[in-house]
């Protein structure tokens, strides 16, 4: 079937990024799965619902929150409550502020380091600013093994242009006063965080907002190959074939440069350099009326299989049946190998029972894993160049790519959509 588009882009992909350009730019959406959201999506087990992955607004952009209103979305706030398990126990988040509960040896090492930072060369990795930054005591107590166990390689081998403020550095006296007691703090850009507060819905209530908004979404419509030639994407192995004037792609890079019949030398080196981790997601519903009142916890120690575990009944009500509460741990993985399914849920479960954090007694009534391919790109050494070569590349080819796999970027839901928006707007003018 042939559909002609060719006075309009068209945008691939209906995560936030994509449902964003359709929105601003009245462009149509095509997108692989039945439902819009990507990685913004939320589902629901036996009367359990999940985001993929812990998913929390800390967003202070006005445009987009007054966006969310004038789609009608719900906000809930919420006080922090975040931890780091470290030593056996749990301190507060920033772990920076909150070493009481550490042994002392640890605590005079992270403080002594902390009081000689901040000086020398300027960094060449992140490795070498976390420890400029914070001294090697926090570096190799906590910052450095989360790395390592969140980005799946050693942070030696990334660049640091990405973190802005989300490894908060905090004044010394904080520092020295949380060597001897706890101290609940506004540091970092979480403090207070939003939510919506849809019953039963999760943050997909946010990409549920937005679809309605626009022309209906095309689902079930993978791209499985683009001609730039005749400007057409060809859908389902060639069940449908829609020509467009313009191409805004959100799909992750390296599958977007796989629909593309050949590319120069150049692009191919550019594409097999971009790295990324993969994010397994466990998620257990508990027959326990309150597991706990934390949203989530930290664990920067290699013998557990998670880096991060939360508590999605805790951000807004009806995300668990009444009396029950629910689990989500995170698990980083190499995309070329995936844990094994029950291996996986087994090892996660007796984690949580070594961690204290549920009970060998307490029931699982629900057990399920996502598997989130495209989970956080790697900001490695070759990152910035490669992504240039590509968005040139695509460019003239008149693809626009844009969102979080598209710009290969970090970018938080509200930065995915201000993308596609971006995209789509300055297309429009041109369109
Ligand atoms: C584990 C995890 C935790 C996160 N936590 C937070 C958080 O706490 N707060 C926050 O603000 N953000 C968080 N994010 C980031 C947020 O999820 C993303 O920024 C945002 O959802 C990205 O949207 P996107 O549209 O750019 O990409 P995606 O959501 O990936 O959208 C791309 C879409 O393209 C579709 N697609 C792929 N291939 C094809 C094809 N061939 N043809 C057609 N369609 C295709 C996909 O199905 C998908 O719907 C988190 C992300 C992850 C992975």
């Known amino acids: ?21 359709g929105y601003h730019g009245g462009f149509p959406v095509y997108e692989a799965a039945n439902y819009s959201g990507g990685a913004s999506y939320s589902y629901a087990v036996d009367g359990f619902v ?106 030696s081998e990334m660049t640091f242009e990405w973190v802005g403020n989300r490894v908060p550095r905090p004044r010394l006296t904080e520092v020295i006063k949380g060597m001897l007691a706890d101290q609940e703090t506004k540091l970092g850009t979480h403090a207070y965080f939003q939510y919506p507060s849809d019953k039963g819905v999760g943050f997909a209530a946010i ?11 095309h689902y079930r419509m993978k791209a ?71 949203h989530w916890v930290h664990f920067p120690e290699k013998d557990i299989s998670f880096f991060r575990i939360s508590f999605p009944g805790n951000f807004t009500d009806g995300l668990n049946p009444p009396e029950t509460s629910s689990i989500q741990a995170e698990v980083s993985y190499d995309a070329a190998q995936p844990p ?37 790109v790697v900001y490695d050494h070759h990152r910035r160049d490669s992504v240039k070569t590509l968005h040139d590349y695509l460019n003239s080819l008149d693809i626009y790519p844009c969102g979080r796999y598209g710009a290969w970027e970090y970018l938080w839901s509200d930065e995915a959509m201000q993308s596609g928006r971006r995209t789509a707007e300055s297309l429009g003018k041109r369109c």
């Open 1 to 21: 079937m042939e559909e002609n588009r060719k006075d309009s882009a068209i945008v691939l992909g209906a995560g936030l990024a994509g449902l964003s350009a």
């Open 50 to 155: 999940f985001d993929i992955g812990i998913h929390i607004l800390q967003s202070k952009d006005d445009y987009f929150l007054s966006l969310l209103k004038n789609l009608n979305v719900d906000l809930v706030s919420r006080q922090r409550s975040g931890w780091i398990y470290s030593y056996g126990c749990l301190s507060r988040y920033p772990f920076q502020v909150n070493t009481s509960h550490l042994p002392w040896l640890v605590r005079a090492r992270c403080v002594a380091g902390f009081i000689a930072a901040g000086k020398g060369n300027s960094p060449a990795n992140y490795e070498q600013w976390m420890i400029q930054q914070f001294g090697p005591g926090f570096a190799s107590t906590f910052l450095i093994p989360y790395a390592e166990k969140f980005w799946g390689c050693s942070p």
């Open 207 to 217: 990409a549920r907002a937005l679809e309605k908004k626009i022309e209906p979404v």
């Open 224 to 294: 499985t190959g683009i001609d730039p030639q005749t400007k057409t994407v060809i859908f389902n192995d060639g069940e449908k074939r829609v020509g467009y004037r313009r191409l805004i792609s959100t799909i992750p890079l390296p599958e977007l440069i796989r629909l593309l019949p050949q590319h120069p030398a150049e692009v191919k080196t550019a594409v097999e350099r971009l790295r990324h981790n993969s994010i397994a997601v466990v998620n257990l519903g508990i027959n326990r009326a309150v597991l706990t009142d934390k």
């Open 340 to 376: 094994e399914r029950e291996e996986l849920l087994q090892k996660v479960i007796s984690d949580l029972v070594k961690t204290g954090i549920i009970d060998g007694k307490d029931e699982i009534l629900v057990k399920d894993v996502f598997y989130q391919k495209y989970g956080y």
